[in-house]
């Protein structure tokens, strides 16, 4: 398969052809010239198509998925709802091995604070983190049917389907591929526009109303009275937010220092689609790595820095180029990955898929545009992985400055700040607002301790501009949550003292890892996806043992025969008591159908207990992307599988052990 890069130099060199047959056609040119021309541009246009992704028929994939029950609609037997799945034996063991190789992986090897919050978040919690006010997407209506949509969506299939059409020009293919990069970038006057210029209409064909924002929490009320209004939470992060105080005086309050939570999150999606790719209940792993904000280096910087990466900056994006590839390093140097401490959990990010067998061909690293950045971030990227689907977002990393931190001290009044011991002291000036509470309690009654606390939370230039407005017009005016005060000098006076600082106090940055555990799966399943040679009726997921759902399988060879209870007994006890699941199947199909059915739930091992375990306590042991075999002492089965199964020994080198079965050097029991 072509790369990203690759398709572009030959999409440039069919524009270019194409650019010099018109020129030729304006001049008049010669019919032979014109014609060895266009021989030329079909040629071109032949080798593009030869290059381009063939359409991947993916209903043999969402069969074995739904056949196996690795993942099914929920609620099935009564219609199902869109957006909710249910996970069966084999995906549910496949994400929770994934989950526990992304705390090895992540919250063991970087000493993180894992932590466990309520998904029932009070309204106030994101009130304060401005979800309640913010976290929408833009949906627009078929103005017939009443179905809707998402419109950022809609707009992406309707420049997808341009993409393809080869009536179109070069340019127009072009235009639409810039606009369907940028499609979720456009706020709802932009989608309006260009639905207009595109005479976009509904899936259905019919007219659309304009687009509107549409917040997708789940609303819900805390307690029986309906008086405490609540969210189900949209994300795991705001947890480990509220939970910062705590944990940073767990860590002896020192910094840096992380938090990590996994569990489940809701966001009421507007139009459900791509299976596991969206949905409405999922379960996320991040991680809130907080840091210095005058102090962003990595200690461990150099780990990742010399891989490479294929970046997508947002230059690129903007002018259509494919993605570089540098090094962690080179990237951190040049700026194009604002800090070290951004480029360590990039490289970790990298190095995690990898482990669990994504295809490193299908990874880029794409920089969120500047509108598509939230105005505090310092920078974004996301881990996008190719699929039957196009890109998907699957991990985001972000630099989110200290807004979170500062939004939570603003709407609790709680200070979350840290502090580093200076190495002098400091004479600092401090300007603050000093409510005079023998006049400001009876002049505004109850809400004179809402004044206070927002006097006290002023800075020195806040104070000052007070304090001059105070002393030019009289009195200063402020608006607290919507509401203005006027104070006079009788209710407050502007205070300045120099004060001894023997620490520097800050709201800490933030460096946040954000997984999508239901996206990487999908997307994983669609990359280890394989058939047998010959045989494409033949599938089979090809996932590492590490998180293979059931390490290995028990085979008698033949159903029935008491001779073969003993030894299976043996295994099964041996193999749990050295930590590892196995599947026993004693069924009465032949031994090769049931070797493909332990290969379609991706088993990476294969036990078969056969009449000469009787005589000489031996066993094959069979590896299920080669199909080869081995044969070896039973007693032998449990470390060996334990090694293989946690990448301390390979095949190769249990083959070169053991040496092959007859029946391995080739297809043998599989056919």
């Not at 030729?24 to 071109?44: H, N, Q, Y």
């Not at 590839?325 to 990298?350: S, W």
Request: charged share 30%; proline share 4%; net charge negative.
């Amino acid at each position: 398969m072509a790369s990203e890069e690759e398709l572009a130099k030959l999409e440039a060199h069919v524009t270019e052809q194409g650019a010099v047959v018109r020129d030729l056609k304006k001049k008049r040119a010669p019919k032979d010239e014109i014609d060895a021309a266009v021989k030329i541009l079909l040629e071109r246009k032949k080798k593009l198509e030869d290059a381009k992704p063939k359409e991947w028929d993916r209903t043999p994939f969402e069969d074995l998925l739904k056949r196996r029950f690795v993942v099914a609609p929920s609620f099935e037997i009564y219609g199902g709802v869109a957006g909710l799945y249910d996970y069966g034996p084999t995906g549910c063991n496949i994400k929770t091995n994934m989950i526990n190789l992304w705390r090895e992986h992540f919250v063991i090897r970087d000493n993180m604070f894992e932590i466990d919050c309520p998904a029932m978040t009070p309204e106030m919690v994101l009130k304060a983190s401005g979800h309640v006010d913010r976290f929408a997407d833009i949906m627009t209506r078929d103005a017939k049917t009443g179905e809707c949509i998402r419109a950022d969506h809609l707009l992406e299939d309707v420049m997808e389907a341009r993409m393809k059409d080869m009536k179109l020009t070069a340019e127009e293919r072009e235009e639409a591929k810039l606009i369907h990069a940028r499609a979720d970038d456009y706020d709802k006057k932009d989608l309006q526009e260009l639905f207009k210029k595109f005479q976009i209409k509904s899936y259905a064909g019919n007219e659309l109303s304009e687009p509107e924002d549409f917040n997708m929490m789940f609303e819900t009320h805390i307690g029986p009275s309906g008086q405490l209004k609540g969210f189900l939470r949209p994300e795991t992060a705001q947890g480990i937010f509220l939970a910062f105080k705590r944990l940073y005086e767990f860590n002896n309050a020192r910094l840096p220092f992380a938090g990590a939570q996994i569990g489940v999150a809701y966001r009421n999606e507007i139009s459900p689609r791509s299976g596991l790719l969206r949905v409405r209940e999922f379960q996320m792993a991040e991680i809130e790595h907080f840091l210095d904000p005058e102090d962003k280096s990595c200690a461990k910087f150099k780990q990742v820095a010399d891989i490479v990466l294929p970046l997508l900056p947002r230059e690129n994006q903007l002018s259509g180029k494919p993605p570089v590839k540098k090094t962690i390093g080179e990237a951190v140097k040049e700026g194009m990955i604002d800090n070290e401490t951004l480029g360590y959990f990039i490289g970790r990010i990298y190095l995690f898929l990898e482990r669990i067998g994504v295809d490193m061909q299908r990874l880029r690293f794409r920089q969120h545009l500047a509108n598509e950045m939230a105005h505090y971030a310092c920078d974004c990227w996301d881990a996008e992985l190719n699929t039957s689907y196009g890109w998907i977002e699957c991990v985001g990393c972000a630099d989110r400055s200290a807004y979170d931190l500062e939004a939570h001290t603003k709407g609790s009044s709680i200070d979350l700040k840290a502090a580093v011991k200076l190495k002098e002291p400091v004479q600092e000036e401090v300007i603050s607002v000093v409510p005079n509470k023998k006049k400001l309690g009876p002049a505004l009654k109850k809400e004179a301790g809402v004044v206070s606390k927002y006097l006290a939370s002023l800075s020195n230039e806040q104070a000052t501009e007070i304090g001059n407005v105070l002393e030019k017009e009289g009195a200063a005016k402020i608006t607290i949550e919507g509401k203005e005060y006027e104070l006079g000098p009788d209710l407050i006076s502007v205070s300045k003292k120099v004060v001894t600082r023997h620490e520097r106090k800050f709201t800490p940055s933030v460096i946040e890892p954000s997984f999508g555990i239901g996206r990487i799966l999908y997307c994983l399943l669609e990359h280890v996806y394989d058939v047998r040679e010959g045989d494409e009726q033949r599938g089979f997921l090809k996932l590492p043992p590490a998180i293979a759902p059931v390490k290995v399988a028990l085979l008698p060879l033949s159903s029935g025969q008491s001779e073969f209870d003993a030894p299976i007994a043996f295994l099964e006890e041996k193999l749990a008591d050295a930590g590892l699941s196995c599947r026993v199947d004693n069924s009465t199909a032949q031994i090769g159908r049931r070797y493909a059915r332990t290969d379609e739930i991706a088993v990476p091992f294969a036990v078969t207990v056969d009449f000469d375990t009787k005589t000489d306590n031996t066993v094959t042991l069979r590896e299920r992307d080669s199909m080869q075999q081995i044969r070896l002492k039973i007693e032998e089965i449990p470390d060996l599988v334990s090694k293989l199964a946690s990448g301390q020994f390979k095949w190769k080198q249990a083959v070169e052990q053991y040496g092959l079965t007859e029946t391995g050097a080739g297809d043998g029991a599989d056919k």
